[in-house]
Each structure stands twice: as structure tokens, then as C-alpha cells.
């Protein structure tokens, strides 16, 4: 079983910056690809961006530029940093991620809990 736990959401004024982490645990062989992923009320979940193991990157054409996504291997961790936030980048955020497990080698595919942004002066 793989569990991810996001932190990192808040309140911040437009143009602020905030960092999002998602740590995975459980029983890791390995994590392929991750990924951030959000929800605005009365919308549909969004893919914000992605990440390989690679480290190859892509990003919504509405965060190019602002949000960066990192990934630190040795920590089965990923990062979203966010700057020049805006009021519709308000949503819940989710991290999701795939892999295999130790032991029979068995593919999972998890999501975290969510976490809160709220862009708002």
C-alpha cells in the first residue's frame, strides 16, 4: 500500500508564492511518473503538471511560466512551486502519483488527500 500526504496550501494574496509538497510512504520499489492536479469549485479536475522519473517535465498553459515542478528522488518527494499566484488558481490541489511496490512487484497508481489554495486579497 503507497500513501501520499500533500502540505504546503494556504491563503496568499495575488501575486504571492507558495511551495507544495507531496511525500510518498508505503511500500516503494519505485515512482514513475507524478504529477499536480486541480479542482476549482464547479470545475472539472485539471492536470497543472507533470514529471517523469526523468525529471521531464510539462505544464497547463495557464501555469507555464509561473509554476515550477521538482521531484527529489532520494525523499520519494515532488514540489510544486507556485509564483505570481492568481485568483483563479484557487482550488483544491492533489498530487497523484505511479510506481511499483517492493515485494511481488505490483503497479500502483495513488492520490493524495488535497490540499487548499486560496488566491484572495
Known amino acids: 500500500q503507497v500513501q501520499l500526504v500533500e502540505s504546503g496550501g494556504g491563503l496568499v494574496q495575488p501575486g504571492g508564492s507558495l511551495r507544495l509538497s507531496c511525500a510518498a510512504s508505503?511500500?516503494?520499489?519505485?515512482?514513475?511518473?507524478m504529477g499536480w492536479h486541480r479542482q476549482a469549485p464547479g470545475k472539472q479536475r485539471e492536470l497543472v503538471a507533470h514529471i517523469t522519473s526523468g525529471g521531464s517535465t510539462n505544464y497547463a498553459d495557464s501555469v507555464k511560466g509561473r509554476f515550477t515542478i521538482s521531484r527529489d528522488n532520494a525523499k520519494n518527494t515532488m514540489y510544486l512551486q507556485m509564483n505570481s499566484l492568481k485568483p483563479e488558481d484557487t482550488a483544491v490541489y492533489y498530487c497523484?502519483?505511479?510506481?511499483?511496490?517492493?515485494?511481488?512487484?505490483?503497479?500502483?497508481?495513488?492520490w493524495g488527500q488535497g490540499t487548499q489554495v486560496t488566491v484572495s486579497s
Open positions: 497523484n502519483a505511479d510506481g511499483v511496490t517492493t515485494g511481488w512487484g505490483i503497479l500502483w497508481n495513488t
Open positions: 508505503g511500500n516503494i520499489f519505485s515512482i514513475n511518473n
